[in-house]
């Protein structure tokens, strides 16, 4: 779909998530930027994620700290991750950029009510592909199985966060902090949190 580890999305999630001493990895599934393979409408990048998750995380199951693991996507990929992290335990924590709710995926493996881990969303109020009430139906449904959400809409923002990336930047920096259990400070940009 035209994906890659170049969009600006993509570094703006690495960027924020290095830059608060996480260990980060931007990758290309299988097909999109110079990687081999085809599109497989999300089966098979789900190896794909699974080959990154290995490179930051070494066998986590050979780790008996406990550690903070976040995954995060962008679009197609927040589905494929959060897929990914439906059933990876290593995965302490969920971040979702834009997520296509308006496609026909499945997202039915978001409403388990045994997996408490937080996920993060963060949608512009004006993506086409993650429609607001989409979004506010989600978190609702996440709220009611007591599924730790915390949603953030970015005003005017839209699937690629054209001339509000300043915004998503501050917001995905906010997550990190929370995750990493730091101080942020006050927010400089308007954001609006479910």
């Known amino acids: 779909m035209g994906g890659t580890l170049e969009s600006k999305v993509v570094h703006t999630l690495y960027l924020a998530f290095r830059d608060q001493g996480f260990h980060a990895l931007r990758f290309n599934f299988r097909g999109a930027g110079d990687s081999g393979g085809t599109y497989d409408e999300g089966r098979s990048e789900r190896l794909d994620v699974a080959a990154a998750w290995r490179e930051v995380n070494g066998d986590p199951r050979a780790d008996t700290v406990d550690a903070v693991r976040v995954l995060g996507g962008y679009s197609f990929?927040?589905?494929?991750?959060?897929?990914?992290?439906?059933?990876?335990?290593?995965?302490?924590?969920?971040?979702?950029?834009?997520?296509?709710?308006?496609?026909?995926?499945?997202?039915?493996?978001?409403?388990?009510?045994?997996?408490?881990r937080p996920l993060y969303l963060v949608v512009g109020d004006a993506d086409p592909f993650c429609p607001v009430s989409l979004v506010e139906q989600l978190v609702a449904d996440l709220r009611a199985m007591s599924i730790p959400v915390d949603a953030t809409l970015i005003p005017g923002g839209n699937h690629m966060f054209d001339r509000q990336g300043y915004v998503l930047r501050q917001e995905l920096a906010r997550i990190a902090a929370d995750i990493s259990g730091q101080d942020w400070g006050p927010a400089r940009y308007q954001a609006t949190h479910l």
């Open 77 to 116: 990929g927040s589905f494929v991750g959060l897929g990914f992290a439906a059933s990876e335990l290593t995965c302490t924590h969920r971040v979702a950029i834009g997520p296509p709710l308006s496609f026909d995926y499945d997202y039915s493996f978001l409403l388990n009510p045994q997996d408490r």
